[in-house]
């Protein structure tokens, strides 16, 4: 099966930035699409960015100017960098891609489980 592992994580002053991986791991198979979610305590989870194989991007509101998402297909991997970060981007924050695994023939649709960030005042 394919799997997400996410890093980059931490605690951050804000106004500093850092950098999320997610390296999608399996035997073979191909990413249609990744994206970034983030939840929050006590809050929904959203999304926060997409990227698809064809280099399109799609951002929240709330961090658009800030944030950037871009991949490396070669290592199977999306990265999203956060500029800027406030407080209110506390979260944990999760890789998701969907594609198809061609060892059992099927699409598939993996999520990672998640890298904390903290941005403290």
């Known amino acids: 099966q394919v799997q997400l592992e996410e890093s980059g994580g931490g605690l951050v002053q804000a106004g500093g930035s850092l950098r999320l991986s997610c390296a999608a791991s399996g035997r073979i198979f191909s990413i249609n699409a990744m994206g970034w979610y983030r939840q929050a305590p006590g809050k929904q989870r959203e999304l926060v960015a997409t990227i698809t194989s064809g280099g399109s991007t799609e951002y929240a509101d709330s961090v658009k100017g800030r944030f950037t998402i871009s991949r490396d297909n070669a290592k199977n991997t999306v990265y999203l960098q956060m500029n800027s970060l406030k407080p209110e981007d506390t979260a944990a924050y999760t890789c998701?891609?969907?594609?198809?695994?061609?060892?059992?023939?099927?699409?598939?649709?993996?999520w990672g489980q998640g890298t904390l960030v903290t941005v403290s005042s």
């Open positions: 998701n891609a969907q594609g198809r695994d061609y060892v059992s023939n099927s699409a598939f649709d993996a």
